[in-house]
């Protein structure tokens, strides 16, 4: 299995609505054919305008944003809301954020982030002249266990599932339903070098399996859909 090597992305700055992210990436980063170019979902947002303008002084005044981001409610507890949002995320207060973001606003998720992670990849493709993959990533929580991942939101030129449905494991088994969700496993691997508070908002993992490079979407092959869902 080859090594992965993870670079993290520094000097972007704060992106501000109409920003375009893949000048702002190909200005900072020296990339090769075969990178998987993790970008986090605030930045997107920001450069998306997804920012909405709330109460400064009301810490509670994000909460209508996060009824009105809702398709479904599934959880209350104190000020913890876990919703269903119009992508099909199940996440907690339909993704609405305030941290990294200046005070009196909050940033909504990407509206579509597979398409965001389209318009930043072929953005880069041209200005590097590169063949890669992108990934949009947030972080969520897990219903069983504690702490915060990154996961994949959107995808492009990378798969965001990979079926090892059929091949054999290290004792010649058949696997029959083995498939694995490596545009999450490249999210959080990518957060390890980005952190929460560190400005750095985007990194490249080199080294990923070519064949993984391919059409995908995160809505599509991430996203459980309701009639195989055991718990909503």
Same mark, same amino acid.
């Given at each position: 299995?080859?090594?992965?090597?993870?670079?993290?992305?520094?000097?972007?700055?704060?992106?501000?609505?109409?920003?375009?992210?893949?000048?702002?990436?190909?200005?900072?980063?020296?990339?090769?054919?075969?990178?998987?170019?993790? =970008?986090?979902?605030?930045? /997107?947002? %920001?450069?998306?305008?997804? &920012?909405? +303008? #709330? *109460?400064? $002084?009301?810490?509670?005044?994000?909460?209508?944003?996060?009824?009105?981001?809702?398709?479904?409610?599934?959880?209350?507890?104190?000020?913890?809301?876990?919703?269903?949002?119009?992508?099909?995320?199940?996440?907690?207060?339909?993704? =609405?954020?305030?941290?990294? /973001?200046? %005070?009196?606003?909050?940033? &909504?998720? +990407? #509206? *579509?982030? $597979?398409?965001?992670?389209?318009?930043?990849?072929?953005?880069?493709?041209?200005?590097?002249?590169?063949?890669?993959?992108?990934?949009?990533?947030?972080?969520?929580?897990?219903?069983?266990?504690?702490?915060?991942?990154?996961?994949?939101?959107?995808?492009?030129?990378?798969?965001?599932?990979?079926?090892?449905?059929?091949?054999? *494991?290290?004792?010649?088994?058949?696997?029959?339903?083995?498939?694995?969700?490596?545009?999450?496993?490249?999210?959080?691997?990518?957060?390890?070098?980005?952190?929460?508070?560190?400005?750095?908002?985007?990194?490249?993992?080199?080294?990923?399996?070519?064949?993984?490079?391919?059409?995908?979407?995160?809505?599509?092959?991430?996203?459980?859909?309701?009639?195989?869902?055991?718990?909503?």
């Amino acid at each position: 299995m080859p090594a992965l090597t993870i670079i993290p992305v520094e000097g972007i700055g704060e992106v501000a609505p109409g920003d375009n992210l893949a000048d702002l990436i190909a200005e900072h980063a020296a990339l090769e054919n075969g990178d998987v170019v993790v =970008v986090t979902q605030k930045i /997107v947002s %920001k450069a998306e305008g997804r &920012l909405v +303008p #709330i *109460d400064p $002084d009301d810490p509670l005044s994000h909460k209508a944003l996060v009824e009105q981001e809702a398709v479904r409610v599934l959880r209350r507890r104190g000020d913890l809301i876990i919703t269903e949002t119009t992508h099909g995320f199940v996440c907690a207060n339909s993704g =609405v954020d305030l941290s990294n /973001v200046e %005070k009196g606003y909050a940033a &909504l998720l +990407p #509206i *579509d982030s $597979d398409r965001s992670a389209r318009r930043i990849r072929d953005g880069l493709k041209g200005k590097a002249h590169v063949d890669l993959g992108v990934i949009v990533s947030d972080t969520f929580g897990r219903a069983w266990r504690r702490g915060l991942t990154d996961v994949a939101i959107g995808c492009a030129g990378i798969a965001a599932l990979v079926s090892l449905q059929g091949t054999a *494991d290290a004792l010649g088994r058949i696997l029959q339903v083995t498939e694995v969700a490596v545009a999450d496993e490249l999210a959080s691997a990518a957060e390890l070098v980005m952190g929460k508070s560190s400005g750095v908002p985007v990194a490249i993992v080199r080294g990923v399996d070519p064949e993984w490079l391919r059409d995908a979407s995160v809505r599509e092959e991430l996203v459980r859909p309701p009639a195989e869902d055991l718990f909503r």
